[in-house]
């Protein structure tokens, strides 16, 4: 039971390239999520996946776009990176959305740098 | 817009001493409050969940309070040890939804 993996740990790209960040989960979990962390502003939602075959955008969506490939996989893309999108990125699941406080797990993280 | 902060930002204390970290919300309207813990170049690992209808959550040595009426939160870690050095984020869920709202975190360094 790998719980929440992420590829990859790192990556560098240069202004305008593309990537896809993935995501899979092991748990059996209907909701997952993307955040990015900055230093100094926490986590800020990208986008999230409330149960396979939809999307959400979150607090902080423009830039970005994701798949919710099946129910263990969500990925997210990068289409024209900007330095802007430097950061660390976490994926997360959980069991479910909606009211009712379902704990969240998290993965190890992407550091990711736009030059 | 809830928002969430953390004080302080960075914490520097000798090994032994027991110590408070502080989290506050702006909107009460919560179902939960989590507090995190990460290491450098690591993911987050849950420590705490207090529901909202709960006043503290105790695990060994740490220890949650929460006072949803004054948006506040503390961490209290007894008898700190090095092993005790990361960051510590506080995250609430409003009250609908499963969408976590995080502080930006405080770094705690515990000196041999």
């Known amino acids: 039971n790998a719980g929440v993996t992420q590829t990859p740990k790192f990556q560098v790209l240069k202004t305008g390239q593309s990537m896809t960040l993935q995501c899979a989960q092991d748990m059996n979990h209907n909701s997952m999520y993307w955040y990015r962390q900055d230093p100094g502003m926490g986590l800020r939602l990208i986008y999230y996946s409330a149960s396979e075959g939809t999307t959400d955008k979150g607090e902080v969506p423009n830039g970005y776009n994701v798949s919710r490939l099946n129910k263990r996989e969500f990925s997210l893309r990068l289409e024209s990176a900007a330095p802007s999108q430097t950061s660390v990125y976490f994926c997360?699941?959980?069991?479910?959305f909606g009211w009712g406080g379902y704990e969240q797990y998290f993965g190890p993280g992407t550091r990711l740098t736009v030059t | 817009k809830q928002e969430v902060t953390q004080i302080p930002a960075a914490l520097s204390v000798p090994e032994g001493e027991n110590l408070v970290l502080n989290c506050s919300f702006t909107d009460s309207a919560i179902y939960n409050l989590q507090w995190f813990r990460q290491d450098p170049g690591k993911g987050l690992t849950s420590l705490l969940l207090i529901q909202s209808s709960q006043r503290e959550q105790t695990s060994g040595r740490l220890n949650a309070s929460l006072d949803k009426s004054s948006g506040r939160s503390t961490l209290y870690i007894a008898a700190s040890q090095p092993g005790d050095s990361a960051t510590y984020l506080c995250?609430?869920?409003?009250?609908?939804?499963?969408?976590?709202?995080f502080g930006a975190g405080t770094i705690l360094r515990v000196k041999s």
């Open positions: 997360a699941s959980s069991e479910r």
């Open positions: 995250a609430v869920r409003p009250q609908y939804g499963n969408k976590l709202v």
